[in-house]
């Protein structure tokens, strides 16, 4: 009897019968994508398999960019901090490294964020509100205070201004005595999606695509272990993506940093190896770890095929994951420590690098110390209590994982032919092509919530009339005061003439080849402030004026 012979018998005497007596409750199921779900997958031919599967540590990646995956090496727990002062963020790193965490990941305020010192009028009611506030190598040195950077690794949430911070964090490095070239971590340095999600930019998309290939081309000679960009799906999927446009977009993005720097004159193998990526895991359990296998083996076939590169690591998409900040409700705060604990699973079962664990509490304020707690212990009971981390790849061979894989890299390679017919990310942005399928994706989501058709628990069912009792953080106001005080101080006794030279110095380097790295490394150790190097940047580049999507 064939196997069709088999799917009809079951059909006929299993499953009508059982439809007959309980009919499904919808007509269509699928994924956030709209991938359809049926209703029984059988085997595929096992003569696809070890094309499109390989093996763990082994082209194309589907299984997982190391053969032993956790066996070998638990992922990282990188819980994302910083808030207020540089003092209060390193009382919290100090406190997430004694409960377990293996590394740092810093989160800064806005006006950090946009290029501007704590004492400016735009910053005014912003200081140290959603991050910490950091305006020169003296606030640097205060955040890392006690915290060796040759034993720990940092990733840092920067993009319009990462050079700067990257500078800043060198400096550290040598007032502490250690090397640059022993430095390892993240910074996130992806502008292209604050073109797309965000809007926390500053410059024009092409001078700021010159900061980036300058921090590539300087860490290769210099921070060799430093992974100089992290190409980021994750606020593409919070701005209202599919999980198949954060995988296009994200690769897209990946895509034109590898052409910047390749015309800038480096050779693909000289820095791929060092790229990685930043996802998000979402609700839809299965979907986002097909998501994550899709993702690896789709960038694997481009490195390899499309830019011909050689070096076997310069296929691998290493990634760091976040849960969903979009998920969180305000409503039923308690419910977020279930679907962070799903997301985190689907993540680790995905095959995740690194991995942030929001606080259930972040939809209403600044997380307490312990909703922290809470999320880095899901993390670790995942790792030390689940087992998940016992087999390479749980999930291979799943009828449902390999269709699901196989759809989202098919419909996520149609989205980067798209752009490339329309000449590339930078292009399909300018455009607002990403921006506007974004937007139609996330109207869809919304309309679906509001029929009912989509449902969050406690949001739009399951509702119940309670008073929130949670432990609130509160940033003090004085901490923008203290901030400003310190500055002007810092202005006092610096060398004014050096600060001259050096800022002059920079503007005419702005308007050459010139890597700006090493003059920046200068300029934050002559105590010149990260918002005055960012002034200088905007005389000499302007400043970025979205185009309205259509």
Not at 313 to 336: C, E, I, K, V, Y
């Amino acid at each position: 009897m064939t196997p069709e012979d088999n799917q009809k018998d079951w059909e006929d005497e299993i499953l009508h019968p059982a439809l007959e007596e309980h009919p499904e409750r919808k007509e269509r199921f699928e994924t956030s994508s709209g991938i359809e779900l049926p209703r029984l997958l059988t085997p595929p031919p096992q003569e696809s398999y070890p094309e499109s599967l390989g093996f763990p540590g082994q082209y194309p990646f589907t299984r997982g960019i190391q053969p032993t995956m956790y066996r070998g090496r638990l992922w990282t727990m990188r819980q994302y901090a910083g808030y207020a002062s540089a003092q209060e963020s390193n009382a919290r790193y100090r406190y997430l490294l004694e409960q377990g965490q293996s590394g740092l990941s810093v989160a800064f305020d806005l006006p950090t964020q946009i290029g501007y010192d704590a004492d400016d009028p735009v910053a005014e009611g912003e200081v140290g509100k959603v991050g910490v506030s950091i305006s020169s190598l003296e606030d640097m040195l205060a955040l890392f205070d006690g915290i060796p950077l040759d034993k720990v690794s940092t990733s840092m949430t920067i993009n319009a201004p990462a050079a700067v911070l990257l500078a800043l964090y060198i400096a550290v490095a040598k007032r502490q005595g250690v090397d640059p070239a022993s430095l390892r971590g993240t910074i996130q340095n992806d502008i292209l999606k604050e073109y797309i999600a965000r809007g926390t930019y500053i410059f024009p998309p092409r001078p700021s695509m010159r900061l980036i290939t300058d921090v590539i081309q300087y860490c290769r000679q210099h921070i060799p272990h430093w992974n100089t960009i992290s190409i980021s799906g994750y606020h593409i999927r919070e701005a209202g993506s599919t999980a198949v446009q954060e995988v296009a977009f994200t690769l897209s993005n990946g895509i034109a940093y590898v052409e910047a720097a390749i015309a800038a004159g480096l050779a693909v193998d000289d820095f791929a190896p060092q790229l990685s990526f930043f996802f998000n895991a979402h609700n839809n359990f299965l979907e986002e770890i097909a998501k994550f296998r899709a993702a690896r083996r789709l960038w694997a076939s481009i490195m390899k095929d499309r830019f011909k590169a050689s070096n076997p690591r310069s296929w691998m998409l290493r990634f760091h994951t976040q849960t969903a900040g979009s998920t969180l409700t305000a409503q039923q705060p308690d419910n977020n420590v279930v679907r962070v604990a799903v997301q985190a699973l689907a993540a680790v079962m995905g095959g995740t690098q690194s991995l942030h664990t929001n606080s259930k509490d972040e939809a209403l304020w600044l997380p307490t110390e312990s909703s922290v707690r809470v999320a880095l212990r899901t993390q670790q009971i995942l790792a030390h209590e689940s087992g998940v981390g016992d087999s390479v790849d749980p999930l291979a061979g799943s009828y449902l994982i390999e269709h699901l894989t196989d759809q989202i890299e098919a419909r996520a390679r149609n989205y980067i032919a798209r752009i490339d017919d329309v000449g590339g990310a930078l292009a399909a942005i300018e455009s607002g092509f990403v921006q506007n399928e974004i937007q139609d994706a996330a109207y869809r989501f919304q309309q679906a919530l509001e029929k009912n058709e989509e449902i969050v628990v406690g949001v739009n069912a399951y509702q119940t009339h309670e008073k929130i009792e949670l432990e609130q953080l509160r940033v003090d106001p004085v901490i923008e005061e203290h901030a400003r005080a310190r500055l002007a101080a810092l202005r006092s006794r610096r060398d004014a003439q050096a600060v001259s030279d050096r800022l002059t110095h920079l503007a005419a380097a702005a308007q050459t080849y010139e890597n700006l790295m090493p003059l920046l490394i200068e300029c934050v150790e002559h105590d010149i402030t990260l918002g005055e190097i960012c002034n200088i940047l905007r005389r000499c580049w302007g400043e970025y004026q979205p185009t309205n999507a259509l």
